[in-house]
């Protein structure tokens, strides 16, 4: 006899036990076996410092679903697990610890901060690991790696030499994003461009030798110290004949020519003159070097003025040298005009700094020849990114791409492995030098940079398999077969992952890329602390369990923003009440166990049965195919209207009868038993990969012969349990009562009141099947009596369902003073929930930034209880 399941489905008290269970018996650690079929792939890497967002949630909940379901399809899976050491953001925490102790890292100075930034992580960096075990990421955590492991950082510094001989690397003198907060230079996609309301500034600046001034204008005032000339174009007839001549820059007392530069200058926009500072401005820098033109650093790498600024700003901070420079220019009449103007504002999104375009010596990968093959083996179909709308993106990246700044000026990271003796001759190598091959020197230091992040994130795949060496994990389980990730990181980490896995290992190292949507609130907007609306995945699996969180992220799973709320997963923590209770039920009527159950014969059952195995196939073809696609939504939202509607609604209700003992025969029950059995079994393995611990923890009551549901074969489709004839003549009995309850709530009779029902069935076989199974339609429609082809009164409820001409005998309505007060009790009901409703589709802000999908669902809503009141007055 199987085992009963506790009345009450409460998921803390057995979620923890079955992860422990699954750990403990290895079931997540593949074999190291060539024979057997393998699936692969490797976790997007949490930063170390982080906490489990909502976000990393949605990725690993995803990932998880495909892993099981591809662990129990046959495939010899690993889920490679991991963390990235995340330079800047671990090194902006343990700076804010010590500045908390009064200590600076300068006090410590380098060997000795980074020893304190090893010790916190390895206080700190399992925490988000916990997270992911709390959410039943099944990933093989004896394989997990770290982007500063010891293998990790050989293969860094071997790709680093390599593509350095290659050509490949160079270091050089270029402008650069610097972020005067972390005191680090970074690359073009790390920049993030707001929008921003500022001000415009006019500034005249009178022209040497002559009454005349020029006036042109800017965002940054500031900057006009280090300019070394202004520019207008060479055909715009009002400065034509001003170039050559210069100008003094205001303050600054300094003379600077005036160029005509045709690339820099758009004589339509503004006065149509510019001020050129090569220092501190991308296109300015370019300019600089096409007119030959000096460049003057102004702000040093901290925002602060420096000494070439003059000795009344040196020192200050870059915003407060803009006001008393501006107060500076209204005394001298100087500053003509200052406008309202919008533009794009390029900040540091770790850390929200205003970035400043800085010239510095950097290490720069040469990509356009990592990029090109790269493009190709999307273009051929090698590789493919879902959705395919992303792909048209990507080549356009990866087509105008810029060389990769990949030198970062911070302390915790991959140091470079580059070196430079006494002689100031460079060396770079795998190994650290002793000596000096150019000059014999033995006086070597090494490169103070270390490398951006996403220099060894790009490498994951490959790196963490043991390469360069041909390990047996590498040889069995690289290339991997699919990448799930956030579409935001499509160019920090997956084009840079492709292009790194061709160039080094000659195969992409994925053959298929899944890029979720970003989670949104309700309303369509970003989640975040200030607005309140962020849902901490934490508190919600503590709510309403990790099955009931994985299930919710699943299903909405479609698009590029994925609105979420709290009462979605308390909705689907109620479905996860329905599959404890409705397995409840069949276990109490269970008598037999899976490992000693018979085989059925599906001949010899009955059309609701035949019905339930079918449907059930239909929905196992269509989630296998649905996974297949990437289709997570469609997946869930099959199981969801299967096991609510199909099994617990109609099934269970359908079987009832037999099981206890109001309809057939002892033989009728024992087929119905065995029938209830494997679908609830073939249901829980199905469920598994979305809601991997409820099904555990009912499947162990099922006495199987495997030792967790996690290793039972998914189901697949079978051809023998298709009968579409059964579920037509039971789609029939379905609809028939669903008509008879609709019509008896309208006419305000309650499920106590029993009437006769007359169903004309004119093909033999219909009409036989109509009589056998009546006693469905007495306990599914509340009836008194099923008349086949019978005489129905005068005066019945006709209809036509399904091909069926049926006619419902309906007493006169007699309306008690109950009836009455039901009645009203649901048109209150009705009304207060409909003006909820009216209130919300009259806020403009909801109309404006909902989706669209659920406006036109609140919009339908609305009218659907605008009918329900009309017809319920009718029974008044």
């Given at each position: 006899?199987?085992?009963?399941?506790?009345?009450?489905?409460?998921?803390?008290?057995?979620?923890?036990?079955?992860?422990?269970?699954?750990?403990?018996?290895?079931?997540?650690?593949?074999?190291?076996?060539?024979?057997?079929?393998?699936?692969?792939?490797?976790?997007?890497?949490?930063?170390?410092?982080?906490?489990?967002?909502?976000?990393?949630?949605?990725?690993?909940?995803?990932?998880?679903?495909?892993?099981?379901?591809?662990?129990?399809?046959?495939?010899?899976?690993?889920?490679?697990?991991?963390?990235?050491?995340?330079?800047?953001?671990?090194?902006?925490?343990?700076?804010?610890?010590?500045?908390?102790?009064?200590?600076?890292?300068?006090?410590?100075g380098r060997e000795k901060f980074v020893q304190k930034v090893w010790e916190w992580k390895e206080k700190y960096g399992h925490e988000i690991i916990d997270q992911l075990k709390r959410l039943g990421a099944s990933a093989d955590?004896?394989?997990?790696?770290?982007?500063?492991?010891?293998?990790?950082?050989?293969?860094?510094?071997?790709?680093?030499?390599?593509?350095?001989?290659?050509?490949?690397?160079?270091?050089?003198?270029?402008?650069?994003?610097?972020?005067?907060?972390?005191?680090?230079?970074?690359?073009?996609?790390?920049?993030?461009?707001?929008?921003?309301?500022?001000?415009?500034?006019?500034?005249?600046?009178?022209?040497?030798?002559?009454?005349?001034?020029?006036?042109?204008?800017?965002?940054?005032?500031?900057?006009?110290?280090?300019?070394?000339?202004?520019?207008?174009?060479?055909?715009?007839?009002?400065?034509?004949?001003?170039?050559?001549?210069?100008?003094?820059?205001?303050?600054?007392?300094?003379?600077?020519?005036?160029?005509?530069?045709?690339?820099?200058?758009?004589?339509?926009?503004?006065?149509?003159?510019?001020?050129?500072?090569?220092?501190?401005?991308?296109?300015?820098?370019?300019?600089?070097?096409?007119?030959?033109?000096?460049?003057?650093?102004?702000?040093?790498?901290?925002?602060?003025?420096?000494?070439?600024?003059?000795?009344?700003?040196?020192?200050?901070?870059?915003?407060?040298?803009?006001?008393?420079?501006?107060?500076?220019?209204?005394?001298?009449?100087?500053?003509?005009?200052?406008?309202?103007?919008?533009?794009?504002?390029?900040?540091?999104?770790?850390?929200?700094?205003?970035?400043?375009?800085?010239?510095?010596?950097?290490?720069?990968?040469?990509?356009?020849?990592?990029?090109?093959?790269?493009?190709?083996?999307?273009?051929?179909?090698?590789?493919?990114?879902?959705?395919?709308?992303?792909?048209?993106?990507?080549?356009?990246?990866?087509?105008?791409?810029?060389?990769?700044?990949?030198?970062?000026?911070?302390?915790?990271?991959?140091?470079?492995?580059?070196?430079?003796?006494?002689?100031?001759?460079?060396?770079?190598?795998?190994?650290?030098?002793?000596?000096?091959?150019?000059?014999?020197?033995?006086?070597?230091?090494?490169?103070?940079?270390?490398?951006?992040?996403?220099?060894?994130?790009?490498?994951?795949?490959?790196?963490?398999?043991?390469?360069?060496?041909?390990?047996?994990?590498?040889?069995?389980?690289?290339?991997?077969?699919?990448?799930?990730?956030?579409?935001?990181?499509?160019?920090?980490?997956?084009?840079?992952?492709?292009?790194?896995?061709?160039?080094?290992?000659?195969?992409?190292?994925?053959?298929?890329?899944?890029?979720?949507?970003?989670?949104?609130?309700?309303?369509?907007?970003?989640?975040?602390?200030?607005?309140?609306?962020?849902?901490?995945?934490?508190?919600?699996?503590?709510?309403?369990?990790?099955?009931?969180?994985?299930?919710?992220?699943?299903?909405?799973?479609?698009?590029?923003?994925?609105?979420?709320?709290?009462?979605?997963?308390?909705?689907?923590?109620?479905?996860?009440?329905?599959?404890?209770?409705?397995?409840?039920?069949?276990?109490?009527?269970?008598?037999?166990?899976?490992?000693?159950?018979?085989?059925?014969?599906?001949?010899?059952?009955?059309?609701?049965?035949?019905?339930?195995?079918?449907?059930?196939?239909?929905?196992?073809?269509?989630?296998?195919?649905?996974?297949?696609?990437?289709?997570?939504?469609?997946?869930?939202?099959?199981?969801?209207?299967?096991?609510?509607?199909?099994?617990?609604?109609?099934?269970?209700?359908?079987?009832?009868?037999?099981?206890?003992?109001?309809?057939?025969?002892?033989?009728?029950?024992?087929?119905?038993?065995?029938?209830?059995?494997?679908?609830?079994?073939?249901?829980?393995?199905?469920?598994?990969?979305?809601?991997?611990?409820?099904?555990?923890?009912?499947?162990?009551?099922?006495?199987?012969?495997?030792?967790?549901?996690?290793?039972?074969?998914?189901?697949?489709?079978?051809?023998?349990?298709?009968?579409?004839?059964?579920?037509?003549?039971?789609?029939?009995?379905?609809?028939?009562?669903?008509?008879?309850?609709?019509?008896?709530?309208?006419?305000?009779?309650?499920?106590?009141?029993?009437?006769?029902?007359?169903?004309?069935?004119?093909?033999?076989?219909?009409?036989?099947?109509?009589?056998?199974?009546?006693?469905?339609?007495?306990?599914?429609?509340?009836?008194?009596?099923?008349?086949?082809?019978?005489?129905?009164?005068?005066?019945?409820?006709?209809?036509?369902?399904?091909?069926?001409?049926?006619?419902?005998?309906?007493?006169?309505?007699?309306?008690?003073?109950?009836?009455?007060?039901?009645?009203?009790?649901?048109?209150?009901?009705?009304?207060?929930?409909?003006?909820?409703?009216?209130?919300?589709?009259?806020?403009?802000?909801?109309?404006?930034?909902?989706?669209?999908?659920?406006?036109?669902?609140?919009?339908?809503?609305?009218?659907?209880?605008?009918?329900?009141?009309?017809?319920?007055?009718?029974?008044?």
């Open positions: 006899m199987p085992e009963e399941l506790a009345k009450r489905y409460e998921p803390a008290s057995f979620e923890q036990r079955w992860y422990e269970f699954w750990e403990r018996g290895g079931f997540f650690t593949p074999l190291v076996d060539r024979e057997r079929p393998k699936f692969s792939i490797v976790i997007p890497p949490p930063n170390v410092t982080g906490r489990l967002h909502i976000g990393h949630a949605l990725v690993n909940t995803l990932q998880d679903i495909v892993v099981r379901w591809k662990r129990m399809s046959g495939f010899n899976t690993l889920w490679l697990p991991g963390t990235d050491h995340a330079g800047i953001g671990t090194q902006m925490v343990v700076d804010r610890e010590l500045t908390k102790q009064g200590i600076s890292r300068f006090d410590l955590w004896t394989r997990e790696r770290f982007t500063l492991d010891e293998g990790l950082s050989r293969a860094v510094r071997h790709v680093f030499v390599r593509l350095y001989e290659d050509g490949l690397i160079y270091r050089d003198v270029a402008m650069v994003n610097w972020c005067p907060s972390c005191r680090t230079a970074i690359s073009d996609i790390e920049v993030e461009y707001r929008e921003h309301t500022g001000k415009l500034y006019v500034i005249d600046y009178p022209i040497v030798d002559s009454d005349r001034v020029l006036s042109l204008a800017t965002t940054r005032p500031e900057t006009m110290l280090g300019d070394t000339a202004v520019a207008v174009h060479p055909d715009d007839e009002r400065y034509r004949d001003l170039i050559g001549r210069s100008v003094i820059v205001p303050i600054a007392n300094r003379r600077v020519p005036i160029i005509g530069d045709p690339i820099l200058v758009d004589p339509a926009f503004g006065t149509g003159v510019v001020k050129v500072t090569p220092a501190h401005d991308k296109n300015d820098y370019e300019s600089g070097l096409r007119n030959n033109l000096p460049q003057l650093q102004v702000i040093d790498e901290s925002g602060r003025m420096t000494e070439a600024a003059g000795a009344e700003f040196k020192g200050l901070d870059r915003f407060e040298a803009r006001k008393k420079i501006l107060e500076r220019l209204k005394q001298s009449g100087q500053l003509r005009d200052v406008k309202e103007h919008s533009f794009s504002l390029g900040v540091h999104g770790k850390c929200d700094t205003i970035i400043e375009p800085m010239v510095s010596r950097q290490w720069f990968v040469r990509i356009k020849p990592l990029a090109e093959p790269a493009v190709e083996v999307v273009r051929n179909g090698t590789v493919k990114i879902l959705p395919q709308s992303w792909e048209s993106t990507y080549f356009n990246w990866m087509e105008n791409i810029y060389d990769w700044t990949i030198s970062r000026q911070l302390w915790w990271g991959h140091r470079i492995p580059a070196f430079y003796c006494s002689n100031d001759h460079l060396i770079v190598s795998e190994s650290d030098p002793t000596s000096c091959p150019q000059c014999g020197s033995t006086e070597i230091r090494q490169e103070t940079d270390v490398l951006d992040t996403w220099f060894s994130s790009a490498l994951w795949p490959f790196s963490t398999m043991g390469w360069p060496e041909r390990t047996p994990d590498y040889e069995i389980f690289y290339p991997t077969d699919v990448l799930i990730t956030g579409f935001d990181i499509l160019f920090f980490w997956v084009a840079r992952m492709i292009m790194m896995g061709l160039r080094f290992t000659g195969k992409p190292p994925f053959s298929t890329v899944f890029l979720n949507g970003l989670v949104r609130d309700e309303f369509g907007q970003k989640m975040s602390k200030t607005k309140g609306n962020v849902i901490d995945p934490l508190d919600v699996i503590e709510e309403f369990g990790a099955d009931a969180v994985r299930f919710t992220l699943a299903i909405f799973t479609s698009g590029r923003d994925i609105p979420l709320a709290r009462s979605r997963m308390q909705g689907y923590a109620a479905f996860a009440n329905k599959i404890w209770n409705a397995s409840r039920f069949a276990l109490i009527h269970i008598d037999t166990e899976l490992k000693s159950a018979k085989a059925i014969d599906r001949d010899d059952l009955s059309s609701v049965e035949r019905w339930i195995l079918s449907r059930l196939n239909e929905t196992t073809r269509s989630v296998n195919k649905a996974l297949s696609a990437f289709r997570f939504d469609e997946a869930s939202n099959t199981l969801y209207q299967f096991f609510w509607h199909e099994f617990c609604d109609w099934y269970i209700e359908m079987v009832k009868p037999v099981l206890l003992d109001r309809h057939g025969t002892a033989q009728n029950k024992a087929k119905a038993k065995r029938v209830l059995l494997q679908v609830l079994d073939r249901s829980l393995r199905l469920l598994h990969p979305f809601m991997p611990f409820i099904t555990e923890e009912i499947w162990q009551k099922l006495g199987g012969i495997e030792p967790s549901i996690m290793v039972t074969p998914y189901p697949v489709a079978e051809e023998v349990l298709e009968d579409r004839e059964a579920e037509r003549l039971i789609s029939a009995v379905k609809a028939i009562t669903t008509v008879v309850r609709n019509v008896r709530a309208e006419r305000g009779f309650t499920p106590k009141d029993r009437f006769r029902l007359h169903v004309r069935a004119d093909a033999p076989r219909e009409a036989t099947f109509l009589r056998d199974y009546s006693y469905l339609l007495v306990e599914l429609a509340r009836l008194s009596e099923v008349v086949i082809n019978g005489e129905p009164p005068s005066g019945a409820h006709h209809d036509v369902v399904e091909g069926f001409a049926i006619a419902i005998e309906f007493p006169q309505k007699v309306v008690t003073p109950e009836q009455m007060e039901r009645t009203q009790r649901e048109i209150e009901k009705t009304r207060k929930e409909l003006a909820s409703l009216e209130a919300r589709l009259a806020n403009v802000e909801f109309i404006r930034n909902a989706p669209s999908a659920v406006v036109e669902q609140a919009q339908a809503r609305h009218s659907e209880l605008r009918a329900r009141i009309e017809k319920l007055q009718q029974n008044q």
